[in-house]
């Protein structure tokens, strides 16, 4: 490009004869009222002094840039020598501009990289050409070329899509547009100059508002790399640090090591603040990207009920890479564990409800519901759930109704009258896979002494502890009917509830169609689990069993809400 120019146009240096080292923005112009405006009033007046030669190079190459970095180094090269022989600074064009901003891109500005982009995206004529062919030295023409390049530059942000690249687009704007070679330089000047003031105020306003944003949730967000770091929850759940984790489990020490949970690995952990926390680190999920993953937490934080395990907050760290982050859930902590750990013997258990200190029944890894980034809500297709607490309709057909509910309900109270689980592959014949084909079976048949675990009856000699056959019976019974194949045969919840408490009788057990312990539910790598003997330490009162039975039918419910 022909720079020559620069030496021959007048043009207010003045601007530019404070910045005698690149490092120190503190050094200029008297005239100026601070380092940064002093810079930018310098930079701008070298941009639309160096916008003549590339508004030359369009006219000449019909392309908006030029075609690599080598020749963008060269010429900003060649327009610092000039510049230096204006007895300016040496070090101007690397203190304002990078020389990939000059280089022909198809990522800028509505991909457009020649005339015939242009034409393309815009149609053979725009604003630019009627306002702009005036004399420009008039301020009143001047400012009606300056809205048309404003108005041309939001038609390309409309085909872009993208805001970022409205100072490309402008810039553009102020290239393409037709003018007589006598008016170029004013031309130039003027819409350049103009314009690129404007966005500049937006930028810098734009990062005052950043700035106070960012100070303002420092202490709930804590500090990370802006350009790698997820959407954040919007509610009341804290964003911790990996660096706070990893020092609150010892680097997720073998020793803190609680269980595996749903989808992840569960350690136990202290804050600094002395608070003991489970932090689940996030290994299996069906939640992709980490925009819905703080969709979830947004859900799943603004839950509150005594029998759900609180949710105290998350993590999101990149581990390398896009697509490569680490995801971790904090959680309150339940000292006494599992609810399975009471009632069965220890095995890994697919049940999530833990007990508090206060013994109390508490869901965790809850959370079926999902949200779209917009805050609509979602439904999904997929059947979620623990095999063996699942309505047939539901496994089956996916139609997921009130009842469907009951049924888990049902099966809930069956496995703590019965001390089994729900689905035991090891238990013989198919009809006794299925806790719910094995209890209706044996009550059919007049045995419902086997259905109770004995140790629910066992009064070790003494009268006054032992729970009343009567009531465990209904316990049974209300199990049964909850847990029915048939829905129109279920009763609702608050009827359950009555039956429990006696309030009205049970009705009699309705026959059955097929038991849904079918053979086909065998495995063919005759691969088996252990039988979950009866219960061997447990002792559960009516009104006990009653009352842990009404705090999970409540997290039921709220499950589905």
Not at 132 to 147: E, F, G, Q
Not at 415 to 430: F, N, Q, T, V, W
Not at 441 to 458: E, P, Q, R, W, Y
Request: with cysteine; glycine share 8%; hydrophobic share 35%.
């Amino acid at each position: 490009m022909d720079l020559d120019y620069v030496l021959r146009i007048p043009w207010n240096t003045s601007e530019c004869r404070g910045y005698h080292n690149p490092n120190n923005t503190t050094q200029i112009s008297s005239n100026s009222s601070s380092p940064t405006t002093g810079r930018s009033r310098c930079c701008q007046t070298l941009l639309s002094l160096y916008g003549i030669s590339l508004s030359q190079h369009l006219k000449k190459t019909s392309l908006f840039q030029l075609p690599d970095l080598p020749t963008s180094v060269s010429c900003l090269q060649d327009f610092q020598t000039k510049l230096t022989s204006l007895s300016l600074p040496p070090s101007l064009t690397s203190l304002c501009f990078d020389p990939l901003q000059f280089v022909i891109s198809p990522n800028i500005c509505a991909s457009v990289q020649s005339t015939q982009d242009w034409v393309k995206k815009l149609g053979p004529s725009t604003a630019l050409d009627s306002s702009c062919k005036t004399d420009l030295t008039d301020l009143t023409s001047c400012d009606a070329c300056v809205a048309a390049g404003f108005q041309v530059q939001t038609d390309l942000i409309g085909i872009d899509g993208n805001k970022s690249h409205s100072t490309d687009c402008f810039y553009f704007a102020v290239l393409s547009s037709k003018h007589s070679s006598k008016r170029h330089s004013a031309f130039v000047f003027g819409l350049v100059g103009a314009g690129v003031a404007v966005l500049l105020m937006s930028i810098f306003l734009g990062l005052y508002l950043w700035w106070t944003t960012k100070y303002r949730k420092r202490s709930d967000m804590g500090e990370e790399e802006m350009g790698s770091r997820p959407r954040r929850p919007t509610t009341v759940a804290v964003w911790y640090k990996i660096q706070e984790l990893e020092k609150a489990t010892d680097n997720f020490s073998p020793k803190n090591f609680i269980g595996r949970g749903g989808f992840g690995m569960v350690y136990k952990g202290m804050l600094s603040d002395g608070t003991v926390v489970a932090v689940k680190k996030i290994i299996e999920s069906d939640i992709q990207g980490n925009a819905e993953f703080c969709n979830e937490v947004e859900i799943i934080s603004n839950l509150k009920h005594r029998n759900l395990v609180p949710l105290r907050g998350c993590c999101v760290t990149e581990n390398g890479g896009p697509g490569e982050s680490e995801r971790y859930l904090v959680y309150d902590y339940m000292p006494n564990g599992n609810l399975d750990d009471h009632l069965l013997p220890v095995e890994i258990s697919r049940r999530p409800t833990l007990l508090d200190s206060d013994m109390r029944a508490r869901v965790a890894d809850f959370g079926l519901a999902k949200q779209s980034q917009e805050g609509q809500s979602h439904l999904t297709t997929r059947v979620a759930g623990t095999h063996g607490y699942l309505a047939p309709e539901y496994a089956l057909y996916g139609q997921l109704t009130e009842k469907s509910d009951v049924y888990s309900f049902g099966v809930v109270v069956l496995e703590i009258m019965c001390g089994r689980k729900a689905l035991d592959l090891s238990s013989g014949p198919p009809h006794a896979i299925l806790i719910t084909d094995w209890a209706w079976s044996l009550v059919k048949a007049g045995k419902i002494d086997k259905v109770l675990d004995s140790s629910l009856l066992n009064d070790n000699g003494d009268s006054s502890t032992a729970n009343p056959k009567s009531i465990m019976e209904r316990f049974v019974l209300v199990g049964i009917l909850c847990a029915h194949v048939m829905v129109a045969l279920r009763p609702t919840i608050l009827d359950a509830l009555k039956m429990l408490e006696g309030d009205i009788e049970v009705p009699a057990i309705p026959d059955r169609p097929t038991p849904l312990g079918h053979p086909s539910f065998s495995r063919g790598d005759n691969t088996t689990f252990s039988i979950s003997p009866a219960l061997s330490v447990l002792q559960l009162h009516s009104g006990t069993c009653l009352g842990e039975i009404q705090k999970l039918y409540i997290v039921l419910v709220l499950l589905r809400s």
